[in-house]
């Protein structure tokens, strides 16, 4: 079955480098995604990347796929208190079609000023 | 972004009270999803829908039941609420290639 796992909290210092961590199991998901959680909001897309690719960058983003160790993480780069936020890790096999996503509990990112 | 809205945003009843969530989207999207999240759960998936009257239960569907009578709107149905629904609720909508786009969710009480 599918199952997403990630670290519940991380703690960064503002301007540092956040790198938030996920493992999935399903060998065959086709695309992995990033989405980020404000209090008192839904969640909101930041990113996704196929399978078949190891590296995406956009602006203060990268998510890097380890597909053979099942291993995404996203990086933020110069992390400000805006990004303070729970970062949930998803999988798919039909890009959000018939199954919906799977996704991890959330990591909380905190930032200490 | 007002692509899609949920009622009603907070809502307080007691156990074995029925009671109906309401997602409405204005992007004539084919596929919609009901969520609930919960501390040391992340959001788990109740039902979905790929189409008018075309639905099929998630991971945690007992208990729930929904319907699908026009595109733009999804509702979610619990029969007899239980003090365990207590949650907050996410309505999604997918945009393809993965992105759901999700509404601001509905928190429910069951005392």
């Known amino acids: 079955g599918e199952d997403v796992e990630q670290s519940l909290f991380l703690s960064v210092r503002e301007g540092d480098s956040s790198v938030i961590n996920c493992t999935y199991t399903?060998?065959?998901?086709?695309?992995l995604y990033w989405y980020k959680q404000e209090p008192g909001a839904g969640l909101q897309l930041l990113t996704y990347i196929f399978s078949n690719m190891d590296m995406k960058q956009d602006q203060r983003l990268t998510v890097l796929l380890n597909k053979k160790d099942k291993h995404l993480s996203l990086r933020i780069a110069d992390t400000q208190t805006g990004d303070s936020a729970i970062y949930f890790c998803a999988e798919s096999i039909e890009g959000g079609g018939a199954d919906g996503l799977t996704f991890g509990k959330g990591t909380h990112l905190i930032i200490q000023p | 972004d007002a692509g899609i809205t949920q009622s009603p945003r907070h809502k307080v009843t007691e156990t074995g009270t029925p009671v109906t969530l309401r997602c409405h989207q204005t992007?004539?999207?084919?596929?919609m999803y009901w969520y609930r999240q919960d501390p040391g759960h992340g959001l788990r998936l109740i039902h979905y829908?790929?189409?008018?009257?075309?639905?099929d239960k998630g991971e945690v569907s007992d208990g729930y039941s929904v319907s699908r009578s026009k595109t733009e709107d999804f509702l979610l149905t619990l029969e007899s609420a239980t003090s365990s629904q207590t949650s907050v609720y996410f309505c999604a909508i997918s945009r393809g290639a993965g992105e759901l786009f999700f509404g601001e969710g509905s928190r429910l009480t069951v005392l």
């Open positions: 399903d060998s065959s998901s086709t695309y």
């Open positions: 829908s790929y189409g008018v009257k075309d639905t």
């Open positions: 992007e004539n999207h084919r596929y």
